[in-house]
């Protein structure tokens, strides 16, 4: 069965400061990784994905991430946080021929100014 | 085209009572699917259609749950005989052919059963 794991629920950073949330998947195959974010009373928004190409995948708003097969990773990166990143992050798995989506329990980003 | 729809946005029932909700698509999309998402948690599976055909339930769909997609187009989701535990945010999203891994979800129908 394909899963994620979130490891961290909640993270605090300082506005301008670099942006790291941690996500650990589980799969027998090569997988088909998202992130996704949730800001408050707003619908979900892809950020970026990951389907087997490029290993290092680039988002919007300057969010990137990189899939590590060795270490089963996905972690989101960006370099500088501003205070519009402040939401809910879930990091989110592919599977099944319907594609459906298998979320990870979410980390809520503070931005602090 | 502004994106997914989903009305209402929020509905406040009594337990037993039956509750519907609609979902109206990105208008080429052929793929819909329909996730509960409760407080503190990431959204879950619930179903999918490709077209009007319902391919796959979860089995977090109890047989109080009904969904349909009459005409290919928007869908409606039922719950009969509701219960508090049936409390949580709908979500609707939907995916084109030419991009099958990237789905667009909706703003939510937020249900509260009391």
């Known amino acids: 069965a394909q899963s994620v794991t979130q490891l961290d629920s909640h993270v605090s950073v300082s506005e301008g400061t670099p942006v790291l949330l941690r996500c650990n998947y589980s799969?027998?195959?090569?997988?088909?990784l998202f992130w996704y974010v949730q800001h408050p009373n707003k619908g979900l928004q892809l950020l970026l994905k990951y389907t087997s190409a490029a290993t290092l995948v680039k988002g919007i708003n300057g969010f990137e991430a990189e899939f590590k097969k060795s270490e089963t990773s996905f972690h989101l990166t960006k370099p500088s946080a501003h205070m519009s990143d402040a939401a809910e992050y879930f990091c989110?798995?592919?599977?099944?021929?319907?594609?459906?989506?298998?979320f990870g329990s979410g980390t809520q980003l503070t931005v602090l100014p | 085209d502004t994106g997914v729809s989903q009305d209402p946005r929020h509905k406040i029932t009594k337990r037993g009572q039956n509750v519907t909700f609609r979902c109206d698509p990105i208008s080429e999309h052929n793929r819909l699917y329909w996730y509960r998402q409760t407080l503190g948690q990431g959204p879950e599976f619930l179903t999918y259609f490709q077209n009007e055909a319902q391919l796959e339930k979860s089995r977090l769909l109890s047989d109080r749950f009904s969904a349909e997609r009459p005409k290919g187009s928007f869908s409606t989701l039922e719950i009969q005989r509701t219960e508090q535990g049936d409390s949580a945010m709908y979500l609707c999203a939907s995916s084109s052919r030419l991009d099958l891994y990237e789905q667009y979800f909706g703003p939510g129908t937020r249900l509260t059963v009391t």
């Open positions: 799969s027998s195959y090569s997988p088909s």
């Open positions: 989110v798995v592919s599977r099944g021929s319907a594609r459906q989506l298998t």
